[in-house]
């Protein structure tokens, strides 16, 4: 099973969440451990300054931002679209 770690940005901005989207994060995370690219998730690769980086789609306006790391998935942010890319 693939390990999935957590920055400290990524646990500070989950934590000033609404207690419905961290379900619903915790929800696409644990679909995403099963399958990486289900098409609920439209994970896809992020170019420009976040060249290198994931994201995954929590809700039509919330992501997540990952990379991959040798131990595993490295959840680094989280947040509203315009948050996170704005």
């Known amino acids: 099973m693939v390990q999935i770690h957590r ?3 990524f646990e500070k901005q989950y934590k000033q969440l609404d207690r419905k ?14 399958n990486p690219f289900d ?6 690769r992020l170019v420009g300054q976040l060249s290198g980086k994931w994201s995954l789609n929590v809700t039509a306006d919330y992501r997540v931002i990952f990379s991959y790391d040798l131990d595993g998935i490295f959840l680094e942010a989280v947040g509203t679209h315009s948050q996170l890319y704005g």
Not at 21 to 34: H, L, S, W, Y
């Open 39 to 44: 098409s609920v998730l439209k994970t896809h």
């Open 7 to 9: 920055s400290r940005k």
């Open 21 to 34: 989207i961290q379900q619903k994060v915790e929800d696409r995370v644990n679909i995403f451990i099963i």
